[in-house]
């Protein structure tokens, strides 16, 4: 009895939160990283340098191309390493549909470089070591960058965020979405 009165006053407070805090209900325009861009409109530009040794890197440079911008903690961890290997293994899929894979994370450059040495990855990674590109998309939290994706069209518009991916299906995911985009 005393179990279901305190489940019932939780309940409560929580719904006096929502009433006195209407942000709450705005998901997914607020994310545990922060207030998320804006779907349907341009995609927060960004410029970083890059593991590939070719300096840095802008979303500008991709116009014309799909941009699959994934946000990831760290390099070398188990799932950023899975979710980073399923973008790999697809990645002839993507070029298919013109697009192009962008990895963010805190990393430094010679991280980045290794861990794509080490996972064979051939797509760019970026670093965001302070986090003002992860803080423009809403995707960081404590120094680190929060496992969100954003799918950005050929023009620069946001077209679709994934929130709290789980690595192991989220490639299949973002490319099942960029079919329904695309009208595929």
């Not at 407070?13 to 994310?31: E, R």
């Not at 390493?81 to 192009?100: C, G, S, V, W």
Request: aromatic share 10%; with cysteine; glycine share 10%.
């Amino acid at each position: 009895m005393a179990r279901q009165g305190w489940i019932q006053a939780v309940w409560g407070l929580v719904a006096i939160a929502v009433m006195i805090c209407p942000w709450l209900t705005a998901a997914p325009a607020i994310a545990l990283g922060g207030p998320q861009p804006a779907l349907n409109a341009p995609a927060p530009e960004f410029t970083l340098p890059t593991n590939g040794g070719d300096g840095d890197l802008a979303l500008a440079d991709y116009r014309g191309q799909w941009v699959v911008l994934y946000f990831y903690p760290a390099d070398f961890t188990s799932g950023c390493t899975l979710e980073a290997k399923r973008f790999q293994q697809d990645l002839p899929q993507y070029q298919a549909r013109n697009a192009q894979i962008l990895g963010v994370s805190a990393d430094d450059v010679t991280s980045h470089a290794s861990f794509c040495d080490a996972e064979g990855l051939v797509f760019p990674l970026l670093s965001d070591p302070d986090g003002v590109v992860s803080r423009a998309y809403g995707s960081w939290l404590t120094g680190r960058s929060l496992r969100h994706t954003y799918l950005i069209d050929p023009e620069g518009m946001l077209r679709q965020r994934f929130l709290g991916v789980r690595p192991p299906i989220h490639s299949a995911e973002v490319l099942a979405a960029l079919d329904e985009l695309q009208g595929s």
